[in-house]
């Protein structure tokens, strides 16, 4: 019996030290394919050297989201104080450093992809609606059983919430293949999936390497990230430490309360957020806190 072995690696976010280790631990498993499920640049300060790599090898890349929030910069469709407000430093940052190759490359890719070795795995960065549109362990069946009835595939893999899964739904499958570069689901290994396909049934394996995390740190500073990311910046490096998102909790704090999203306002923002709460937790807790502040202050 012959099995065909696909590997998909996604959310990179420009983290060259959580790749080489996924890498490494694919050379001890080699794979028939590789599929690059979007976001390689990012959310981290080496977004060209990533693309190198993945270009490197030929393996196929489906779009992220970041991929368009960047291309959108490079080719000037951001409003205008974008260009000025500190919130946008780090992304002014990340495409400035890319080259004019890396965003031809990036606007070429597609929003889906089958696989080569089984056509029976669809993969896309969110959904086959949109790659911002996030699968993860909170979405009911029923959400799944609707988007999936409108697919012939056997297996979607998908991966932009950063937090891996694998739910089977009747003879289908959903899996999201997690994060290399920047976990959510508080393991800060780097994250990607395995899947295995015998003739008629798929298996899947979600995979959680270790890496140089220090190194990554260090890079963010060596390569002039912090300096120039500010407040964007400071949150990546909290996200990347606690394998939690930081930067949107904190970006909707500082809308919520009516301030500017500044470095000085970390502080009190953690005095509210936990990150090992669900976000949409805290959502509702932020919420009834600005609620709260607005009964007391008569407003």
Not at 64 to 85: K, S, T
Not at 174 to 188: E, I, T, Y
């Amino acid at each position: 019996m012959t099995t065909h072995r696909v590997a998909i690696l996604a959310d990179i976010h420009g983290n060259m030290p959580a790749l080489r280790a996924v890498l490494e631990d694919l050379e001890r498993q080699p794979p028939d394919e590789i599929l690059i499920g979007g976001d390689l640049v990012g959310r981290g300060p080496q977004g060209s050297a990533v693309v190198a790599e993945i270009r490197s090898h030929g393996w196929p890349c489906v779009r992220g989201n970041h991929e368009d929030y960047l291309l959108a910069f490079h080719q000037n469709r951001v409003p205008e104080n974008w260009w000025l407000e500190p919130e946008w430093s780090a992304a002014r940052w990340m495409a400035a450093e890319l080259s004019a190759a890396d965003f031809v490359f990036l606007d070429s890719l597609e929003m889906t992809m089958t696989a080569v070795s089984a056509p029976g795995l669809l993969l896309t960065h969110g959904t086959p609606r949109s790659h911002s549109e996030g699968l993860g362990p909170w979405t009911t069946d029923d959400k799944l059983k609707r988007l999936l009835a409108a697919l012939d595939h056997k297996v979607l893999a998908c991966a932009h919430t950063h937090r891996q899964m694998s739910r089977r739904v009747a003879a289908q499958r959903v899996v999201n293949v997690g994060s290399v570069g920047l976990p959510f689901n508080g393991d800060r290994r780097a994250q990607y999936a395995v899947f295995d396909w015998d003739g008629s049934e798929w298996t899947t394996r979600l995979r959680q390497v270790e890496y140089d995390i220090d190194e990554i740190l260090r890079i963010y500073d060596t390569s002039g990230f912090s300096a120039a990311g500010g407040v964007t910046a400071d949150l990546l490096r909290l996200e990347i430490t606690h394998a939690s998102p930081f930067l949107v909790p904190f970006l909707k704090w500082s809308e919520a309360l009516g301030v500017s999203p500044t470095t000085d306002r970390i502080e009190p923002f953690l005095d509210l957020y936990d990150p090992g709460e669900p976000v949409q937790e805290f959502f509702i807790r932020l919420e009834a806190s600005v609620l709260d502040h607005l009964r007391r202050s008569g407003r």
